[in-house]
Nanobody, 115 residues
Framework: QVQLVESGGGLVQPGGSLRLSCAAS????????MGWYRQAPGKERELVAG???????NYADSVKGRFTISRDNAKNTVYLQMNSLKPEDTGVYYC?????????WGQGTQVTVSS
């Protein structure tokens, strides 16, 4: 019963920045943690960044130092600030919410870093 809507994707040159947003609605109280995943063409979906209900974060090694996940509880929104983007960051980025009844997924937003 949690609805997630991603936004902020687009086309950017290498070295550029994007900020993705994930707006959550519905049974917000049921969310334990949230994260951003991405799936590049021909690759498996991977966890990019996660944030727990307590505020702790974790990142994939490939994005450490470049990406930052944050959450604004007042707006029920999770963000992914992406800096120093590389062509290998290209993919569909999905917002995920871990709920007591299982995961909820957004529709995805395309991020393309040109080379």
């Amino acid at each position: 019963q949690v609805q997630l809507v991603e936004s902020g994707g687009g086309l950017v040159q290498p070295g550029g920045s994007l900020r993705l947003s994930c707006a959550a609605s519905g049974s917000i109280f049921s969310i334990n943690g949230m994260g951003w995943y991405r799936q590049a063409p021909g690759k498996e979906r991977e966890l990019v960044a996660g944030i727990s209900s307590g505020g702790s974060t974790n990142y994939a090694d490939s994005v450490k130092g470049r990406f930052t996940i944050s959450r604004d509880n007042a707006k029920n929104t999770v963000y992914l600030q992406m800096n120093s983007l590389k062509p290998e960051d290209t993919g569909v980025y999905y917002c995920n919410a871990a709920t007591y009844s299982g995961p909820s997924w957004g529709q995805g937003t395309q991020v393309t870093v040109s080379s």
